[in-house]
Each structure stands twice: as C-alpha cells, then as structure tokens.
C-alpha cells in the first residue's frame, strides 16, 4: 500500500497525528524509525482496539510526550493533569489542606475532564485500569500519586466520551499514561528545585536501567526507580499571603475560636451585664460574644476586628497566619516490564508497578468548644465571676500550647499484569491478567487531643483557656496528645480482559477492520478505624462510630466491538459499541460512531456521536458516613430565636454525609464536531466542539442551597429542639440550634456542558539563529450547568464559582521553542481566565453578604533551556513562575484556605530548578 501524503510528509504526518488522535508530536525513536523505512507499523491508539496506521485514527487524541515533560519541568502526574487545557476542578494537594473535621479523601490528587467530576474521568497506565484511591469518600478515581511518572514515554488524553469502548468512567474522557515498552541501557536523572521565598524545595533523583534487543535477543527487561522530596511551605513564608488582607476583607470567613479564649453570653447575660455597667477595658459591651483581653486580644493570631466572626467585643483568629500551604512529601515509586519472544508471532510480558506517597499536612491547632453540660462555671473567670456569680457560660478557645495539627498521610499503590500478544491466524489479539490495589493509612500524630480529658482539664483549671497555662497544664496536654493510625483503608481490582482484531477485506479507502473484546473483573473496597476513632474521644477527629466499617465487593463483565470502515480515501466510519453489567446495579448498552471526512490532504473533518455511563462506585453505594461541616452559613430558623445575632446563628454548622445503596448509574449523550487543517507546511490548526449531557447525576444537595430552601430541604436539618433520638443530638425544646445538616447521595437531575477545543501548531521555522516552534492548546467552555434535583432550575458554574467550584471560560497552555545545535530553549504560558467569584459568604455581625469580587485571570510563565554537552549527558535549567505571580484574591468560602483559591493556582511562587541527565551506554 502506498503510504498517504499526510504520512509521508513530516508537517502534514504531524498534523494528521494531531488531527486523528495521535496528536501533533510522536516521539523520537518512532519519527526516526519512520523515516528510516516506507513500511509503517500499524500500533494501537487511545480511543479504539483496532491496530492500523497512526495517520488512519478518527477521534481527538491529545499526545504529551516525554519531550514535553521534560521541557515543562513536570516530574509528577498531578502537575502534568494540571498542565491539561481540558481539566478542571482536579483534586490536589491544595484543596486537601483542611485540618479539622475535612479529612474525607485528604491526600487524593485526580483527574477531572470538561469539569465533569473525579468519578467520570479514566485513568489508565499502558491503556489498562489501576485500583481506585482507597479512602472513602465523594470521589472515586486513580490517585495520581500512584503514578510511576519517572517512566513515562508519553500520555495520550482522549477527549470524547469513552463509555463504549472503556466502559463506566469514561464520560469526561481518558487520561492513558504509557510507560517505555522496550529499553536497553542506563540512565541516570537528577532533579533540584528551590522557591525564591523559601519552602516547597523539590529533589528527585531516577534510575532506568535495561537489557535485551527484543529484534536480536528476543527479550528485553527494564525497570525504573524514581524518588522524590518536596519541602513544606508555610503562610509565614508567603508575602502574599499578608497581601491578600484576609483580616481586612474577609474577617467573617476567619475563626471565633481564638486564644484567649471567646465567652458566649446569653441574651439575658448580656443584659445583666450591660445593666451593671460592666466594661472591658472602658467598654460597655453590645454583643452577645466577648472577650476579656479585647481589645488588645493577642496579635498577630488573634486580632479584634469589628467585622470579624468574633463580633466587636470579641477576638477573630486569623488562622491563615496558622497554617502550611504546600505539604511537606515523599514519593518512590517502581516500575519494571519484560517481554519475551515466543516465537511464531507470539510474545509474552509482564508488568510489575510498586508506588508509595507519603504527605504530612499541617493544620492549625486544635479548638474546643465547652457548651451545653460543658459550660465553664463563671467562678473560673476572673473579672466575670463577681459579674455573673453562680452561672456559667459557652467558650470557644484555640489551644496554641498543643502546637499545630499535623496529620499523616500515606497511599500505596501496586500493580502486577501478565498477559500475551502476538497474531495468530490473521487477528492480532492481546491478553492479560491485572490485579491493582491501593492502600491508604491516616494518621493523626500532634494536635489532637483526647477530648473528654480536654475537657476535664480545663474543669480542674489545668489547661488555661484564658492564657498561658502552668508548667503542670502543658505537662498534661502533652500526655493527652494523640499519635494514632486512626482510619485505614484497601481496594483492589482483578481483572481479565482480551481483545482481537483483523482486516476482513478491502475497501476503497484502505481495509475494513474489526475487533472484539471482553473483560471480567472483582472490585473490592475495605475501610475500617482504630478503637480510640470509633471511641469518638478525639478532639476534632469526630466518628459515627462502627460505621466507618466497611467491607463490600462486586463483579463486573463487559463485552464489547467496533468496526472501521474507510470507504473511500476521504471517508472513513468507526462503529462501537460495548455492554458492561454492574453486579446489584444491572447492564447497560452503549453505542458510538465516529466519522473522518478528508476531501484534501490540507483538511479533515470529524464527527462522533454516542453514548455513555457512569455505574456508581462502592463509595457512593456503601461508604461510612462522614462527619464534617459547612462554610459559614446563616440558619434562618435559629437566626429568628436570636434576634438575627450572626454571632451566634451563622456558623461552621456540622454535617453528616451518608451512602445510597439504592443509586442508579449516571447516563450520558454526547457529540462533537471537529476540523483540522493544515496551513501551510509549517501551521495545523485544529478545532472541535463538544457536549455532553449527563442525567441521572450522582450528587449530594449543597448545604447553602439546603439552608436557603427549607421549605424544600428542611427535613435534612436536625436542630436540638426536635426529639429524633438522634445519637449527639441531645433533645433541648429551647435549642434551635442546629445539630448537624444530613447529605445522601442521590440521583438528581442532569448536568450539561460543552465548549471548544482549540490547537495551533507551528513547527520546522528553520532561520539562521536557529530552529523555532509554538504549540497553543486551549479549551473555551461555553456552558457548565446542573441541577440540585429533578424539575430544578439548572444552575451555571460557567466563569462563575458556585459551591465548591468554578469552570474557567478559557484555559490554555502555550509554549514557544528555539533550538539550535546542543542548545535549546523553550517558553511556556499557563493561563487561566478571569471569573466572577462565589461572593456568597456572610457577615456575621452585619448579615450582609461579602462585597462581590471578579477573580483575576491567572497566568503563569515558565522557562527552561537546555545543553546536550554530548551524546549522553545533557543538562537543564529552568524558573517556573518566572515573574513571581501571585493567586489572584478570592472570597471562596468553600476551602480551608481563605483569600484565594487552592485548587487550581500555585502557592510556590518563582521556583528555580536545575536537572541533568547521563546515559551510560
């Protein structure tokens, strides 16, 4: 067959490749051995089970190679999916940063395409699935740490939906990481960074070692050992963090937990008080809360702000001064593959993946709240025991002398696959056997403190609430300090899955092909707690108890097929269609088709229909409950009890989160439209449009939307005046206090989003001061919208934060390269466009809403050049945030970390990097 222009010229190769699914760059070995001969070898591709000729895929593939990471200075999986125009909303270390009742999942980094969520997007490692992060939790998905990055050759994203090929998971797309194949030598890698300010040090070091020329030997085995360090990064080391003037602009969103210690009057308290002419410090006060040291309160933690939670007469603890931004890290991973030659066409491998990721996350120290049967008597307040003789009253304090909070946490990933490839009477099959499993343990080691001998020291006047306690105080606090592996969990997958495929005959257009597969696979998920969690006597580590046992198991059994058909040399139809069946959840059938028209060698154009599934993952169906709690929200029915004090009725309130054994799968349709052409011998521009609509969707209603519906929702609210028997929910006729707010996943309505993917690659500029090329891959998202349950409005996210999260208008990654001889360089722009911020979070002195704020665009510029001062050693430096841009201001009230948005901008600052490579050959 004689090869195609678009193969046989270098740009147009390219941008076929970039146009149907093998993307505008292939790496080095497979360029070189494509001009060395006019016989292309036919390989498979993300997005299909046919094997056939790069330049001959149909779907929009987009290619990172090993060259690409290289030169961005990426050395995990979590900052190469961030570097992703396409991905939103991802899971990082940033959003994991909540110490203090929001340790669901801490740890996950993720993957999440189009924004469609953690759950719908598939990670795979050499096109076939890993275990899931074992923590329970919201999100079910491939923990990105796992990842063997060190041996990476490329990844291959495919942005379509993918439900009928790879089944559940696949809706958003796939993200496929593909390892080397065949390796012969060693080489050496060496990487160290450091920020310009201070903290979020980086080194890593790799080794790669292989033997055996599969072509001579018939053999060939490698193996890959990467370690990694990153350094901790602390607010104390940030001037932006000072910049942002959290204290100034959201001292609402701060915490009334301060030390010394806030008092909580009641309204007939207050009177009292106010009829004695009793002051603080020359001051009658007016509010409900009150401080004794106000208002010199204790800087620069404790602050008295007059719009701060802690009210005027109180203090507000800025806990942005008490905190870490980045975690302190370690990874190692391994990597080894063999295959052998058996002859006759036929070849066996096998794979063997060992990952370990260590993070420690720092938080700030511990508070207590002492209410209800746990009211400090006022005989214990000097100055108010003469005042209020013979009472007692509600305190909230921030215990500074038990130091910071700092948690553990470890994920262990591995992975073993043995399979066969090869031909055999004209199919081309491949099979094999894969069992995955993740590992994680959650350790509280410092902060956390046993509670009811929290409490009954401060009682016995031990712990001081008010100020600095005695030598024999601290002495208890350290005895009563917890340093225990308080959750643990494990999921596994097995599986077997084989696939063939063959030429039937030949068509106009090249051979009619087809294939078949199948897969048989045993998830499992196990999660259990130490004695001292499920004793429920952990300060701040709360539990419900011997639900956080969990032990379930399900089977799954797929079958799938697809047809290629090129009709003609303009005219090519991909077919698919595949059924999966959930164990208790039942089958679904899923159907796609795929069309490449090419009426030139200058332009193609594409299109593909199908749809998609989402099965729900054994969290959804069966996780422990979790405890954890809201951003600051006012309670209309309490805030009516208390005559509107936000003081006392806007709070963190409590919330219980509970599994639905009763979940339907998520359903999907989808379609794109697409184009690629190609300029001139230099410029390929590709574009395609997507959407996607999801029903059925899997979701939990927002606490704010539960609060500011209940006429709707209020049976989901527990308040102590209603006698439920609610274990913590002691009956109090006169309390309207919320006792926790209840969330189930359910299935809920529809999501719908769509937008533009654009690509523009230039490339082969040769001059006389060298050899230039730019590559921009943007996304532009025209709509991201979902309803909170069925017959619902649907409510926007679209260059709008709302909940937990915003889906940018525009992203996109640009990058600029010159080489000439030994030397190279290359420029790179991150970008992220502007939107309106969540401009939701309440005042709780004023009850006025925060003054509305549009997030600025985040851009950020990266810089690396290169020397290869021989044929086996080449060195690299490069300056990530090569301006020093700070995260833009936010007033999100969903993270932890307030004043700007942790999700998805970097905390580092300008970070410089030296790496080297050597090869011994």
């Given at each position: 067959?004689?090869?195609?222009?678009?193969?046989?010229?270098?740009?147009?190769?390219?941008?076929?490749?970039?146009?149907?699914?093998?993307?505008?760059?292939?790496?080095?070995?497979?360029?070189?051995?494509?001009?060395?001969?006019?016989?292309?070898?036919?390989?498979?591709?993300?997005?299909?089970?046919?094997k056939r000729l790069?330049?001959?895929t149909a779907l929009p593939v987009q290619v990172i190679t090993k060259a690409d990471i290289i030169k961005a200075g990426i050395t995990t999986a979590a900052e190469l999916v961030a570097s992703i125009s396409a991905a939103s909303n991802s899971l990082t270390d940033g959003a994991s940063i909540a110490i203090g009742g929001y340790k669901d999942q801490m740890g996950f980094n993720s993957a999440n395409l189009r924004g469609l969520g953690t759950s719908s997007t598939l990670v795979l490692l050499n096109g076939r699935r890993m275990a899931n992060f074992a923590s329970p939790g919201d999100d079910a998905g491939v923990d990105l740490n796992t990842i063997p990055m060190a041996a990476i050759q490329r990844v291959e994203v495919l942005?379509?939906?993918?439900?009928?090929?790879?089944?559940?998971?696949?809706?958003?797309?796939?993200?496929?990481?593909?390892t080397r194949k065949d390796y012969q030598g060693l080489q050496l890698d060496a990487y160290a960074g450091a920020s310009k300010e201070g903290g979020a040090g980086k080194r890593s070091a790799s080794l790669a070692g292989g033997f055996g020329d599969y072509a001579k030997d018939g053999f060939n085995v490698f193996a890959v050992l990467d370690v990694q360090k990153t350094d901790a990064l602390s607010t104390s080391q940030r001037k932006f963090i000072s910049d942002l003037k959290v204290p100034e602009r959201l001292p609402h969103l701060l915490s009334s937990y301060p030390m010394p210690a806030n008092i909580l009057l009641s309204d007939d308290q207050l009177t009292a008080l106010q009829d004695q002419g009793f002051k603080i410090n020359g001051r009658v006060p007016t509010s409900t809360t009150i401080n004794l040291s106000a208002p010199n309160c204790n800087p620069p933690h404790s602050l008295n702000l007059k719009d701060?939670?802690?009210?005027?007469?109180?203090?507000?603890?800025?806990?942005?001064?008490?905190?870490?931004?980045?975690?302190?890290?370690?990874?190692?991973?391994?990597?080894?593959?063999?295959?052998?030659?058996?002859?006759?066409?036929?070849?066996?491998?096998?794979?063997?993946s060992l990952a370990k990721a260590e993070t420690n996350y720092v938080g700030t120290s511990t508070r207590i709240r002492l209410r209800r049967a746990n009211e400090l008597p006022t005989s214990m307040i000097p100055g108010l025991d003469s005042a209020l003789p013979d009472e007692t009253v509600e305190v909230r304090a921030r215990l500074l002398e038990a130091g910071p909070r700092k948690s553990n946490l470890e994920s262990r990933g591995e992975r073993l696959v043995l399979g066969m490839s090869g031909a055999l009477a004209g199919w081309d099959y491949d099979w094999a056997l894969n069992h995955s499993t993740n590992k994680v343990a959650d350790r509280d080691v410092r902060g956390y403190l046993l509670y009811q001998?929290?409490?009954?020291?401060?009682?016995?006047?031990?712990?001081?609430?008010?100020g600095p306690s005695s030598a024999a105080g601290r002495d208890y606090l350290e005895k009563i300090q917890v340093n225990d592996e308080v959750r643990s969990a494990k999921g596994s997958m097995s599986s077997f899955d084989a696939k063939a495929s063959r030429e039937l005959m030949r068509l106009d257009g090249g051979a009619l092909a087809i294939a078949f597969g199948g897969e048989l696979r045993r998830e499992k998920v196990e999660s259990r707690a130490s004695e001292l969690l499920l004793s429920d006597n952990i300060n701040e580590d709360w539990t419900p108890g011997d639900s956080q046992f969990v032990k379930n198991s399900r089977k799954v059994w797929a079958a799938y097929g697809e047809l290629n058909a090129p009709f003609t040399k303009q005219v090519e139809l991909q077919l698919a269609l595949r059924h999966d069946h959930y164990q208790k959840i039942g089958g679904s059938t899923n159907p796609k088709i795929g069309l490449r028209y090419q009426p030139s060698t200058d332009l193609l154009l594409r299109a593909s229909a199908g749809r998609g599934f989402r099965a729900p993952s054994m969290n959804d169906l069966y996780r422990p409950t979790k405890f954890g709690s809201t951003q600051v929200l006012p309670d209309p029915v309490y805030c009516a009890d208390v005559n509107n004090d936000f003081g006392r009725c806007a709070n963190n309130w409590d919330t219980q989160t509970y599994s639905n054994p009763n979940l339907k799968p998520e359903r999907s349709r989808q379609f794109s439209l697409g184009m690629v052409f190609e300029a001139t011998r230099n410029l390929s521009v590709s574009l395609d449009y997507w959407n996607i609509?999801?029903?059925?969707?899997?979701?939990?209603?927002?606490?704010?939307?539960?609060?500011?519906?209940?006429?709707?929702?209020?049976?989901?609210?527990?308040?102590?005046?209603?006698?439920?028997?609610?274990?913590?929910?002691?009956?109090?006729?006169?309390?309207?206090?919320?006792?926790?707010?209840?969330?189930?996943?359910?299935?809920?309505?529809?999501?719908?989003?769509?937008?533009?993917?654009?690509?523009?690659?230039?490339?082969?500029?040769?001059?006389?001061v060298g050899d230039f090329g730019a590559?921009?891959?943007?996304?532009?998202?025209?709509?991201?919208?979902?309803?909170?349950?069925?017959?619902?409005?649907?409510?926007?996210?679209?260059?709008?934060?709302?909940?937990?999260?915003?889906?940018?208008?525009?992203?996109?990654?640009?990058?600029?390269?010159?080489?000439?001889?030994?030397?190279?360089?290359?420029?790179?722009?991150?970008?992220?466009?502007?939107?309106?911020?969540?401009n939701s979070a309440i005042d709780t002195n004023s009850g006025k809403v925060v003054e509305k704020n549009k997030v600025k665009a985040y851009s950020l510029w990266d810089l690396s050049g290169a020397w290869n001062a021989s044929k086996d050693l080449t060195l690299r430096a490069g300056i990530k945030n090569l301006f020093n841009t700070a995260p833009p201001y936010s007033n999100q009230a969903y993270f932890f970390i307030s004043g700007y948005d942790p999700s998805y901008t970097d905390p580092r600052g300008r970070f410089g990097y030296l790496s080297v490579q050597y090869q011994f050959r």
């Open positions: 067959m004689t090869p195609p222009r678009a193969c046989t010229r270098p740009v147009l190769r390219a941008t076929a490749l970039a146009a149907l699914m093998a993307s505008t760059a292939v790496t080095s070995h497979l360029a070189q051995a494509q001009e060395a001969t006019s016989t292309l070898n036919r390989v498979e591709v993300t997005g299909s089970a046919i790069e330049s001959e942005l379509d939906g993918a439900s009928a090929l790879y089944g559940a998971d696949a809706i958003g797309g796939v993200v496929n990481f593909i701060g939670i802690g009210g005027p007469d109180g203090c507000t603890f800025d806990y942005m001064r008490d905190v870490e931004l980045y975690p302190d890290s370690k990874k190692l991973s391994f990597l080894s593959r063999g295959v052998l030659d058996l002859g006759g066409g036929h070849q066996a491998f096998a794979e063997l001998e929290l409490i009954d020291g401060i009682h016995k006047g031990l712990i001081n609430v008010f609509q999801k029903s059925d969707l899997i979701s939990t209603i927002g606490e704010d939307i539960i609060l500011a519906n209940l006429d709707k929702y209020g049976k989901l609210v527990h308040r102590y005046n209603m006698d439920e028997g609610l274990e913590g929910c002691d009956y109090d006729p006169d309390d309207y206090e919320i006792c926790f707010i209840e969330l189930r996943k359910e299935n809920r309505g529809k999501q719908r989003t769509s937008g533009l993917d654009i690509t523009m690659d230039l490339k082969g500029l040769r001059t006389g590559k921009l891959v943007g996304t532009l998202a025209l709509k991201s919208e979902k309803q909170t349950g069925y017959g619902d409005g649907f409510v926007s996210n679209l260059g709008k934060f709302v909940t937990d999260g915003v889906v940018q208008r525009w992203r996109h990654r640009l990058t600029v390269d010159w080489s000439q001889g030994p030397w190279s360089l290359s420029l790179s722009n991150n970008y992220i466009s502007a939107y309106d911020d969540q």
